[in-house]
């Protein structure tokens, strides 16, 4: 049972355009999401994250949204640029786990930005 | 080190043999994950070890899968008969006292193939 849901595997955005990412998780104990990007033959790494006492928070060109009612997050990258082309999974926790960041991640998408 | 260092970063198996794969979490960073991401699929969490607790092994999907961390650093996972649907790429991570809003550091990972 796939608790985190990307339904995008891939995206193209042109450059400069904003690019979109959703994310949908079913388990109301998430209260801790994370976005992770993920570059060919590398790790993931951290990108932006988001605590369920908020619903949108900022860094960058990067900005998560959380809607907790429809149990859906989205990740909007604005402008969009070549390096940021990559695989991008969205991931959740939840104090259920208190003391164990047990992430569970969703499937990924991969985002191609064209220059 | 500077760090998630994880050897090999290829391992090409006959099935039916043992394989182990070793993760050298950054300095002092208390707590140790070990994820696979097979074709197609997302992180699957596999075990996580925090300081000198119990590993959390609910991951592991069969009991040919076995992980130590010596020593509270290096971390050695070992599959036993391995199976064609073992190939996967194998990712360590390391987070600095396992709380549920600290970010993950990856490795680069392991690319197992089984033939």
């Known amino acids: 049972d796939q608790q985190v849901k990307q339904n995008s595997p891939s995206l193209s955005v042109q450059e400069g355009r904003i690019s979109i990412l959703n994310c949908d998780y079913t388990?109301?104990?998430?209260?801790?999401f994370l976005w992770y990007k993920k570059y060919p033959a590398e790790g993931p790494t951290f990108l932006i994250s988001i605590s369920s006492i908020k619903d949108k928070n900022e860094d960058g060109r990067f900005t998560v949204f959380l809607n907790k009612s429809a149990k859906h997050l989205s990740l909007h990258i604005v402008p969009s640029q070549p390096g940021d082309s990559a695989v991008y999974f969205c991931a959740a926790s939840g104090e259920s786990n208190f003391g164990n960041e047990k992430l569970t991640f969703g499937t990924g998408t991969r985002l191609t930005i064209i220059p | 080190g500077a760090g998630v260092s994880q050897s090999p970063s290829n391992k090409v198996t006959e099935k039916g043999k043992d394989v182990e794969l070793r993760c050298d979490p950054i300095?002092?960073?208390?707590?140790l994950y070990w994820y696979r991401q097979s074709l197609g699929q997302g992180l699957e969490f596999l075990i996580y070890?925090?300081?000198?607790?119990?590993?959390?092994k609910s991951g592991l999907p069969s009991d040919r899968f076995s992980a130590e961390r010596t020593g509270g650093s290096v971390s050695t996972l070992t599959i036993q008969r391995t199976q064609q649907e073992d190939s996967a790429v194998y990712l360590c991570?390391?987070?600095?006292?396992?709380?549920?809003?600290?970010?993950?550091?990856f490795g680069s990972g392991t690319q197992l193939s089984v033939l």
């Open positions: 991570a390391s987070s600095q006292g396992g709380l549920s809003n600290e970010k993950l550091f």
């Open positions: 388990n109301s104990m998430f209260d801790y």
């Open positions: 300095s002092g960073h208390t707590a």
């Open positions: 070890f925090q300081g000198n607790s119990a590993p959390d």
